[in-house]
């Protein structure tokens, strides 16, 4: 019998620009099914351009969403392009966790967070007024809080920024807007919440 799965997030999860098969959260599941893992395909509340506050009332019009057997979480960069605070971030931040949690039956083993990636290090960032230093910054910043309440819950992070920076500059990472990724920079966030989803999957079964 197949794990069910709730992926919630913006235009990261929802995978603005390539198709359904190359979002992250479906090539993971896909993965975690190559290696003998039950996990269905998820469904998807995310959108392309959501902050953490309209992700709560996406949420709110959803429910009742019932309970998930994994939850993944991955969401912030549209706070940070709109020039929102960390601070800001982080309080709303931790309501979303808490109902990561609620979804996945308080389970904090089935609940994954990624951090948001950098698209300051893209060339579409490259053309914002702020500049890749100042964006890199403070989406360090948000990350950083992300982090910190992912440890004081107990939920598992992966940092998928540095890869992001790493890779950006290469455009078969990138889709055709020179901002959101390829299925090919999914395919290497996936390669590093793999491990990390077995072992919570696995240990938590």
Same mark, same amino acid.
């Given at each position: 019998?197949?794990?069910?799965?709730?992926?919630?997030?913006?235009?990261? !999860?929802?995978?603005?620009?390539?198709?359904?098969?190359?979002?992250?959260?479906?090539?993971?599941?896909?993965?975690?099914?190559?290696?003998?893992?039950?996990?269905?395909?998820?469904?998807?509340?995310?959108?392309?351009?959501? !902050?953490?506050?309209?992700?709560?009332?996406?949420?709110?019009?959803?429910?009742?969403?019932?309970?998930?057997?994994?939850?993944?979480?991955?969401?912030?960069?549209?706070?940070?392009?709109?020039?929102?605070?960390?601070?800001?971030?982080?309080?709303?931040?931790?309501?979303?966790? /808490?109902?990561?949690?609620?979804? +996945?039956?308080?389970?904090?083993?089935?609940?994954?967070?990624?951090?948001?990636?950098?698209?300051?290090?893209?060339?579409?960032? +490259? /053309?914002?007024?702020?500049?890749?230093?100042?964006?890199?910054?403070?989406?360090?910043?948000?990350?950083?809080?992300?982090?910190?309440?992912?440890?004081?819950?107990? @939920?598992?992070? @992966?940092?998928?920024?540095?890869?992001?920076?790493?890779?950006?500059?290469?455009?078969?990472?990138?889709?055709?807007?020179?901002?959101?990724?390829?299925?090919?920079?999914?395919?290497?966030?996936?390669?590093?919440?793999?491990? @990390? +989803?077995?072992?919570?999957? !696995?240990?938590?079964?």
């Amino acid at each position: 019998m197949s794990m069910s799965y709730l992926a919630l997030g913006d235009s990261y !999860t929802i995978g603005e620009a390539v198709a359904e098969n190359g979002r992250w959260p479906v090539q993971l599941a896909a993965a975690l099914r190559a290696r003998g893992i039950g996990l269905a395909d998820p469904r998807i509340i995310a959108t392309t351009g959501w !902050t953490t506050d309209e992700l709560a009332t996406a949420l709110d019009l959803s429910e009742p969403l019932g309970e998930w057997d994994f939850v993944s979480l991955l969401i912030g960069v549209n706070n940070q392009y709109r020039g929102r605070s960390a601070a800001e971030y982080a309080g709303e931040f931790r309501a979303l966790l /808490k109902r990561a949690l609620g979804y +996945a039956r308080g389970r904090r083993e089935r609940v994954l967070v990624l951090s948001i990636p950098d698209w300051g290090a893209t060339p579409f960032g +490259a /053309k914002d007024a702020r500049g890749g230093a100042v964006i890199g910054a403070e989406l360090d910043a948000f990350n950083a809080a992300a982090e910190r309440l992912c440890a004081e819950y107990g @939920v598992a992070y @992966v940092d998928i920024a540095p890869v992001s920076r790493r890779l950006s500059a290469d455009s078969a990472m990138l889709a055709e807007d020179g901002l959101h990724p390829s299925a090919a920079m999914y395919a290497e966030w996936t390669a590093l919440a793999l491990p @990390v +989803a077995q072992r919570l999957l !696995t240990e938590a079964a």
